[in-house]
């Protein structure tokens, strides 16, 4: 048993032991978007002379810079073609059903109007406004959630938070200071200034007690208790379960969670990475990931300019575009009810089975192993025909007889109407 299987099992027997009203809008939801947004985005992998490939958001941190220094280069961070209502509808239009974005990160830059600390967009950069409020406006205007998030342990600004050991001696940190003086206070600005909130989206917990990660997640059910907690608060906790970078679990879980990927090789924008997963991968990751029961939420960097880095832009156009037309294979539904086959994997709602074929057999004969139900009729999802598909029944043997050319190479959905189970 690997311990991605072991986490999986334990996380779904939580889960079902009674979360699942207030999770329902997220088991549902399948797909969100992740935006890593911050100071480190002008900075784009290229600091004080230095490249850095990967994770730039922990730029910081891999270069050393002093905080004084780092505050000094943030100051340049000026975001001007940020267009909130255009990230939404680029949002909308790729299909995700809700937003998870930076409000701080690691290097303790705050993307919204704090009251605790300075070090915010507002009062260090020449931007001087607060992009949260709008992004919060424009996710409420379009039905999509939104949610943030936090890291609640590392900051690499204060000399109590968390991860900084080159300017600050860890030994003469005082956690609980930072705790009550800037994280819990900044989670309360956050919980109490942009609205109803569908998640907020802690980091892992660093060095936090378990009474302490406990007081992060009652603050936010305290204020808002309709938000979702993500399990990397730490010890134990959390509404839903997420795995980690770029992992899906080996086989179904049951209960909230989700995968989390980001679209090319860093988190935050990287000036030198084109590594961009295709609409064909996205599709194929999406499919693969609700056919275990899971959402798939996927990071885009946005730049220093407040825009989208444009082939992250089409590519999620392009899989919205196949959303519209395949979506009812994938929101709503819950893991396959078939394991997964040579030619794909499937999903299933109650009386409907989703066939995601990822390569069609050379026969045109799709075999569907162990089908105990009752075939009603068989159709392609995007392209019905009045007449559907051929099948036969043979014991718990399916075959369906599909059309020579299939309408779309990266994921064909076949629908099976049955009765029974
Ligand atoms: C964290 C951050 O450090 C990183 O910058 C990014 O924001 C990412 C989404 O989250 O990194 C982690 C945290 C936990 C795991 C992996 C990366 N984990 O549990 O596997």
């Known amino acids: 048993v690997t311990r991605a299987q072991e986490a999986a099992t334990l996380w779904g027997k939580e889960a079902e032991a009674g979360k699942s009203e207030k999770t329902k809008w997220f088991t549902d939801a399948k797909f969100g978007l992740f935006l890593h947004w911050g100071p480190y985005a002008y900075f784009g992998g290229d600091i004080r002379g230095k490249r850095y490939y990967g994770i730039t958001e922990w730029i910081q941190h ?122 819990l206070p900044q989670i309360t600005e956050l919980l109490t200034n942009y609205g109803d909130l569908g998640i907020i989206w802690f980091d892992t917990p660093g060095n936090m007690s378990k009474e302490e990660s406990a ?5 936010v059910h305290q204020l808002q208790p309709g938000c979702l907690v993500s399990s990397r608060v730490g010890n134990g906790l959390g509404d839903f379960k997420d795995f980690g970078d770029g992992e899906v679990p080996p086989g179904v879980v049951k ?10 090789d860093s988190w935050g924008y990287s000036a030198f990475d084109q590594n961009f997963k295709t609409p064909k991968e996205m599709i194929r990751l999406l499919a693969e990931v609700a056919s275990k029961g899971g959402n798939l939420m996927m990071n885009i960097g946005p730049m220093g300019s407040g825009k989208f880095p444009d ?45 995601h074929i990822f390569e069609a057999p050379k026969n045109g004969r799709l075999l569907v192993p162990g089908f105990t139900a009752t075939a009603v009729k068989a159709n392609l999802l995007a392209l019905p025909s009045a007449n559907g598909l051929r099948f036969e029944q043979r014991g718990n043997d399916m075959v369906i007889q599909l059309p020579a050319h299939l309408p779309d190479d990266r994921n064909t959905v076949v629908v099976l109407d049955y009765k029974g189970t």
């Open 62 to 183: 891999r270069d050393k810079t002093p905080a004084a220094e780092y505050a000094r280069l943030a100051g340049g961070f000026n975001p001007v073609e940020f267009n909130a209502e255009e990230w939404v509808e680029i949002a909308k239009a790729s299909g995700v059903k809700y937003i998870v974005l930076t409000s701080k990160h690691h290097d303790g830059f705050a993307m919204f109007d704090s009251k605790v600390s300075d070090f915010d967009i507002v009062d260090a950069t020449p931007y001087k406004k607060d992009p949260v409020k709008a992004l919060a406006a424009a996710c409420k205007k379009a039905g999509i959630k939104l949610g943030f998030y936090y890291s609640q342990f590392q900051d690499w600004h204060e000399p109590n938070g968390g991860g900084n050991s080159w300017d600050f001696d860890p030994k003469k940190k005082d956690y609980s200071a930072y705790y009550r003086t800037k994280s």
């Open 215 to 219: 007081e992060f997640l009652q603050k």
């Open 255 to 264: 209960g909230a969670w989700e995968a989390i990927f980001t679209h090319n």
């Open 311 to 355: 082939m992250s832009e089409k590519y999620f156009r392009a899989t919205g575009a196949w959303l519209k037309r395949n979506g009812e294979a994938i929101y709503g539904t819950t893991y396959g009810a078939i394991p997964p086959q040579p030619w794909g994997v499937t999903t299933t709602r109650p009386g409907k089975l989703y066939l």
